[in-house]
C-alpha cells in the first residue's frame, strides 16, 4: 500500500469505569493500539487521551474525544481505534 492510500488514524484512550472490568491503563491502551494500526498498515496521526474520563455519565465532558470527531470532520483522519 502506498503511503498515500494508507489510512490515517486517531488512537482514543481512557480508563474506563473500573467496575467494568476494564482498567487498562492508557499507556498500554496506546500500545496496544499502536500495534493493531502497524498490523493493519494504518498511519497513526495523533493520539487522543481523556485521563481519568469514563464515559458513563451522560453529561461528562471528553476534550479529547471532541477533538478527535472534529479531526474526523475535517478529514485529518480517516481511521479509530481503541483497544
Do not use: F
Amino acid at each position: 500500500m502506498k503511503a498515500a492510500d494508507r489510512p490515517r488514524a486517531g488512537i482514543y484512550t481512557r480508563i474506563s469505569l473500573a467496575a467494568l472490568g476494564d482498567t487498562t491503563k492508557t499507556g498500554d491502551q496506546e500500545r496496544i493500539c499502536r500495534g493493531l494500526a502497524e498490523r493493519l498498515g494504518w498511519e497513526v496521526v495523533d493520539v487522543y487521551c481523556d485521563h481519568s474520563k469514563s464515559a458513563w455519565q451522560k453529561n461528562r465532558k471528553r476534550k479529547q474525544w471532541d477533538r478527535m470527531l472534529a479531526d474526523v470532520e475535517t478529514g485529518r483522519i480517516n481511521a479509530m481505534t481503541r483497544c
